[in-house]
């Protein structure tokens, strides 16, 4: 069994307005030097067999991502 | 001869199909539900209602999950063989995100849940969800939703739709609902199933399930 990590962000340049709402709570609370925030996922697999990652970044193309809007990262760690 | 029969899906989480059956009933149409695991549409199917609700409880992204469901290979011979598909809020999503029309539907700019009446304009009337409808004609029709700002090439589309007025939810080009290029498969957030008795304010939802049942 191997773990798979994949990350899913909202692709730079379009709006991510959860991003927006947590910049505007972070400067209230007194973070003013965040500049920019970006929420995106994470997402571990674990799979079994061959090539995991390969198998991932297929999920993601398929299903995981919509890469209209969002950007995928697949990282076998360890 | 009878009535033309109409398939409305339910998926887990689906919420609006007994308002959607019910507009087809009303508009003389035959309603039959189908369900997610279903491989093909009830038989002699001639058109598909996919209803507004939080299908597969919103997860990973609105109509991701459902999009990828066995029935939605089915809806998508029909809608290869010219059949009509309307598909509203949840539904629209659906179609988006299984590739049956362009773009994606995001959260709404303001992050806030929004339910409301809304004025609807034509911006396209060559295409047949808006009967006789000149461009420019308002229709008045609930919607209420989170994910609503369609993102995506107005190009690829035919926008039959815009919001009046303000932009609501930070929808590009203030689309409230397009069409696939060749016209049979339509999807907007606002409830059309919602606005089909005089009691509820509205009957200007009729025009979009006539259009279905023709």
């Known amino acids: 069994m191997t773990l798979v990590v994949v990350t899913v962000m909202p692709k730079k340049g379009v709006l991510d307005p959860q991003g927006q709402a947590v910049q505007g709570a972070l400067a209230h609370m007194g973070f003013g030097d965040v500049s920019d925030v970006r929420v995106g996922k994470r997402i571990e697999l674990e799979i079994a067999g061959h090539d995991p990652a390969g198998q991932a970044t297929k999920m993601c193309e398929d299903l995981l991502a919509n890469q209209l809007i969002e950007d995928f990262h697949v990282e076998v760690p360890g | ?214």
Not at chain 2, 71 to 94: E, T
Not at chain 2, 120 to 142: F, H, K, Y
């Open chain 2, 1 to 214: 001869m009878s009535a033309t029969r109409v398939a409305v899906l339910r998926f887990p989480g689906t919420l609006d199909h007994e308002s959607a059956a019910r507009a087809v009933e009303g508009t003389g149409g035959e309603p039959v539900y189908a369900h997610h695991e279903d491989a093909a549409l009830p038989a002699g199917t001639r058109a598909v209602v996919i209803p507004g609700g939080f299908s597969y409880g919103d997860h990973l992204r609105p109509g991701a999950l459902a999009s990828r469901t066995p029935i939605m290979g089915a809806v998508r011979a029909h809608a290869a063989d010219g059949g009509k598909v309307l598909g509203i809020c949840n539904g629209f999503q659906i179609l988006c995100e299984s590739g049956l029309l362009p773009g994606v539907l995001r959260p709404n700019a303001s992050l806030s849940f929004i339910c409301r009446q809304a004025d609807l304009q034509v911006a396209d009337s060559g295409t047949p969800w808006t009967g006789g409808r000149n461009e420019g004609e308002v229709l008045s029709i609930p919607f209420k939703h989170h994910d609503g700002a369609w993102f995506g090439d107005p190009g690829e589309a035919r926008v039959v739709l815009r919001y009046a007025g303000e932009n609501p939810n930070g929808s590009i080009d203030k689309v409230a609902g397009i069409s696939n290029l060749g016209g049979n498969v339509m999807g907007l957030m606002p409830h059309p199933e919602e606005a089909q008795e005089p009691l509820l304010g509205s009957v200007d939802g009729r025009v979009l399930f006539a259009a279905l049942l023709s």
